[in-house]
C-alpha cells in the first residue's frame, strides 16, 4: 500500500496560538492577575489545556489531570482554618499545584503535538531570531528523549532487581539520578550538534513541507486570549 503523506494533517492549533495561550495561561492561572475579575476566563483557561488533551486522544492523561487538579483543590479548600504547621505546609503545596497544574498540561500538549519544523516556520513567519528559536526547538526534543531515556534506565535497574521498596531501596534513587544526569548532559550535547547539522543556524530562510495557517479553532483561541487580555485592562481600569 502507498503511503501519502498529507501536508495539512498535523495538530488542531498553530503554533503560534499555542504560545499566545501559553503566555495567557501563565499570565492568568499562575500569576492570578485580575483575581476574582478573571473568575469565569479562570476556569475556562484550567479546563481548556484537558479538552485538547481529550481532542488528541489523550483521555488517561486528562483523567488523570482532572482527578489531580480537583483533588488538590477540595482538598486545600478543607484547610482554611486553624491550621497547624504542617497542615500550612500541606496548603501551601496544594494551591502550588492548583495553580501551575493546568500550565503543566499545556506546556506538556504543545510539546507532544508541535513538531519542530512546525514550530520554526511559524517563527519565521513571526520574524522572530535564529538566537531564540534554536534553543527552544532543542527543548523540544530534549524532554521526550530525557523521558526515554529515564525508562530505559528504570528497565534496566529492575532487571538487575534494583527497586523502589527492595533491599537496596536507598540506593535505588542514586542507581537512577546519576545515569539519568550524566545522559542528560549528553543528550543536550547531542541534540544541538543535529540542530547545527540541519542548518538550523545558516541565518537563511527554510522550507517546511508542513502547510502551517490559522483555522477556525486557532481563530477561537485567539479570540479568547485577547478577552482575557481586554477583560482585565477593564477590570483595572474601572477598580
Known amino acids: 500500500m502507498e503511503y501519502k503523506l498529507d501536508r495539512n ?14 503566555f495567557t495561561s501563565s499570565v492568568f492561572v499562575i500569576g492570578n492577575a485580575g483575581e476574582t475579575w478573571m473568575y469565569v ?16 486522544k489523550e483521555w488517561k492523561s486528562g483523567l488523570i489531570a482532572i482527578a489531580i487538579y480537583v483533588g488538590s483543590y477540595y482538598a486545600q479548600l ?12 500541606l496548603a501551601l503545596m496544594l494551591y502550588i499545584i492548583t495553580k501551575i497544574l493546568p500550565t503543566i498540561i499545556l506546556a506538556r500538549y504543545i510539546v507532544k503535538t508541535t513538531k519542530v ?25 530534549f524532554f521526550p528523549t530525557v523521558i526515554e531515556e529515564s525508562r530505559a534506565i528504570n528497565d534496566a535497574m529492575r532487571m538487575r532487581g534494583i527497586e523502589m ?17 550524566a545522559s542528560c548532559s549528553i543528550i543536550g550535547e547531542e541534540l544541538s550538534a543535529a540542530a547545527m547539522t540541519r542548518g538550523l543556524d ?13 483555522r477556525v479553532l486557532d481563530l477561537i483561541i485567539i479570540a479568547l486570549c485577547l478577552i482575557c ?3 482585565w485592562g477593564i477590570g483595572r481600569f474601572f477598580t
Not at 9 to 22: E, G, I, Q, Y
Not at 41 to 56: D, G, K
Not at 165 to 181: C, F, H, Q, T
Open 9 to 22: 494533517v498535523h495538530s488542531l492549533l498553530d503554533p503560534r496560538t499555542k504560545l499566545l495561550l501559553l
Open 41 to 56: 476566563f479562570y476556569w475556562i483557561l484550567v479546563y481548556l489545556p484537558v479538552l485538547l488533551l481529550f481532542a488528541e
Open 78 to 89: 478543607a484547610l482554611r482554618h486553624d491550621l497547624t504547621a504542617l497542615e500550612s505546609a
Open 117 to 141: 519544523s512546525e514550530f520554526l516556520t511559524a517563527m519565521n513567519r513571526m520574524h522572530v531570531t535564529d538566537k531564540l528559536t534554536i534553543p527552544i526547538s532543542v527543548i523540544f526534543r
Open 165 to 181: 521498596g527492595a533491599n537496596k531501596a536507598s540506593e535505588a534513587i542514586e542507581y537512577r539520578m546519576v545515569p539519568l544526569i
Open 202 to 214: 545558516v541565518g537563511k530562510k527554510r522550507s517546511c513541507i508542513w502547510k502551517i495557517r490559522f
Open 229 to 231: 487580555f481586554i477583560w
